[in-house]
């Protein structure tokens, strides 16, 4: 299984119940969230014209609309999640690859593109393109995790994200991101999430595209998690 597979991601996309399965293990969190980091950097400056790419669900693409009075132009290969982002007001919104955006070169000024990169089948090509309709000194602001990330799922589950070290990922995103931008900046964040019920943990496993082993009969609650993502901004 890789995470870039396009039939794998259109078959995991294809409904949000996936999606909202592994959302719940991060209900409960100590530290700061990825989520506050991020929207931390996007308030912090000027966005000017907004692309997101792999919007999901369309909770991002929503909040900078309704917080920051800027308008976003939504992607997302899945018609699913293009429909729920339409749902939440988002008025530009295009069913799209990243590989291939419809957009002329030189249309925006931040590109968004949240936990998503890793599953982009040829990422220099998303990369080139997400630099191609990129401004002058425009910025992409993209998320991803560690090769480390929910290791103590991995223990649980016999395996977690197998393959992942060769998708984008907090190791190797600096230098893959240098290859098309002039300038890599990375912020870190480790939150621990509480999970207090064997059914998140379950519905976290069946959310998977790939075979674990089953949960063990005895696990001790509450079962503490640590998410190690990663925040890269590569300015044009």
Not at 80 to 95: F, K, P, Q, S, Y
Not at 175 to 199: I, K, Q, S, W, Y
Request: with cysteine; charged share 30%.
């Amino acid at each position: 299984m890789r995470f870039d597979d396009p039939i794998v991601v259109r078959e995991q996309y294809a409904s949000e119940d996936n999606l909202r399965a592994r959302q719940a293990l991060w209900a409960d969190v100590e530290g700061e969230h990825a989520h506050d980091v991020l929207w931390r950097i996007l308030s912090s400056q000027p966005l000017g014209d907004v692309l997101e790419v792999g919007g999901g669900q369309g909770e991002l693409a929503q909040r900078i609309q309704d917080e920051l009075g800027t308008p976003v132009t939504y992607v997302d290969q899945s018609e699913r999640m293009a429909e729920l982002a339409r749902a939440r007001g988002i008025e530009d919104v295009r069913t799209a690859d990243v590989q291939e955006l419809p957009f002329a070169d030189a249309s925006f000024d931040t590109v968004i593109a949240a936990w998503m990169l890793y599953h982009v089948a040829d990422l220099d090509r998303g990369l080139a393109e997400i630099a191609r309709v990129l401004r002058p000194g425009g910025q992409l602001v993209a998320v991803t995790n560690s090769v480390r990330h929910i290791s103590e799922l991995r223990e649980l589950f016999g395996r977690v994200l197998p393959g992942f070290e060769r998708q984008f990922n907090a190791e190797n995103g600096e230098d893959l991101l240098r290859r098309h931008f002039r300038m890599v900046d990375r912020t870190d964040c480790v939150t621990v999430a509480t999970v207090r019920e064997r059914e998140t943990l379950e519905a976290y496993r069946q959310s998977l595209s790939y075979e674990t082993q089953p949960l063990p009969e005895e696990i001790a609650f509450p079962f503490r998690v640590h998410g190690r993502p990663a925040i890269f901004v590569a300015t044009r």
